[in-house]
């Protein structure tokens, strides 16, 4: 896509009911700002016109082309603190038992430069079919 077409699709998206539909690598995508809550929108992505459930559980191809991932840490701020105290041979210990993070994937993006960033990292060829 050129620049161009980036910005013709980021224009739509700020709009609600403007979907934009992409060809990107033979998936069949559609773009489309939903209200998530009173004061916040985000970026929906349907692949082939749905989105099944099992594409955030399982990891498959379509996850890692269009999904947004989400890591999270288990410790809270205070516990890191109190972690971060212990013995460095004892952090050694826990993070290889434990893992210290774990990852989530949505299909909702809060920002379209970084819907474009992803696209075009993990796929190959992205063309605009309508606006």
Not at 17 to 32: A, N, S, W
Not at 80 to 99: D, I
Request: charged fraction near 30%; hydrophobic fraction near 35%; include cysteine.
């Amino acid at each position: 896509m050129t620049k161009e077409e980036w910005k013709q699709a980021e224009e739509a998206l700020t709009h609600f009911f403007h979907p934009v539909e992409l060809k990107v690598d033979g998936y069949d995508i559609t773009l489309i700002l939903e209200r998530v809550s009173v004061y916040q929108n985000k970026i929906m992505v349907y692949i082939g016109g749905e989105f099944r459930g099992q594409w955030m559980a399982e990891d498959c191809e379509v996850r890692r082309r269009f999904l947004q991932e989400q890591r999270h840490n288990i410790l809270s701020g205070k516990q890191r603190a109190e972690f971060e105290r212990l013995p460095k041979r004892r952090q050694k210990e826990l993070r290889e038992k434990y893992p210290m993070q774990y990852s989530c994937f949505t299909p909702q993006w809060s920002s379209f430069r970084a819907l474009k960033r992803h696209f075009c990292a993990n796929n190959q060829s992205i063309e605009l079919v309508k606006v």
